[in-house]
């Protein structure tokens, strides 16, 4: 691959699932040997706990890029545990809305050679928060992933969702697409989980709907140690559909 290939985990909800995402799919990626950089735009720094990587106070953070215009990604970039992973932690005491208000910069940050020589694939992980940390990584994303919980509300935040991202594609990122929306603890038995993900299907696509992840304590278990799935509950039910995902995604980046 010649060039970064950029998903943002996106949902406008907390508690969708967005870090749980971020993490293991990077994981996956990893596995499947592509070069992977989680970079952790969520000041809850929650990317370092699942992963089990301490961060210093005064370590170098992938926000530094917001508030200082010679900070570059790589400063940042720590190794984790996992073979092919890196991550750039977040900084926990950046404060949303602070910084410079350049809704480009990330997009310019990534565009660092050494980051693309280094590196195939890079993962976002986002608050859910409007600010322009979202919409930083909606410009800098050549893919969007939206997990999401199949409640009757949950529909609603992805319209907001994609209200937010075609206007970015209107403007600044017309390149930018849709790899998937990711049913978080989906259960085909309860009637209200398939009501919502047919109401998505209807709207996006059917194909655009992946096949998600289903409810597994030990998701929350492995997290709670540091660790992703895969090294935490290998034969879990989490375990599988991450790997199904990391194979799924991998297709589509090609
Ligand atoms: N498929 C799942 N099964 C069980 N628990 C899950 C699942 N996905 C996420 N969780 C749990 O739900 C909570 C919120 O997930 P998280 O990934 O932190 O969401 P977000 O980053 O969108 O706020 C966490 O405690 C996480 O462990
Ligand atoms: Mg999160």
Redesign the pocket.
Known sequence: MTHLQVIAVC?R?????????AVNLAVELAALDFRVLLIDL?SQG?CAVGLGVKVASGDATSHAIFTNPLATISDSVVETAYAHLFLSPADQLFEHGSGVRDELRLKQALLEPALVARFDVVIL?TP?SLDFLLINALCAAKWVLV?YVPHPLSYEGIRQLMRVMFRVMSKQNPDLKILGFLP??AAAHIRQHRTVTSDVSRQFGAHRVLSG?????K??EA?AVGKPIRAYAPSSR?AQDFADLGICVAQMLG
Do not use: Q, Y
């Not at 909800?13 to 995402?21: F, N, P």
């Not at 992840?213 to 304590?217: K, L």
């Open positions: 949902n909800k907390g508690g969708a699932g967005k870090t749980t995402t969520d929650h992980d859910p997990p978080m603890t992840i289903r409810s597994d304590i998701l929350a997290f989490g």
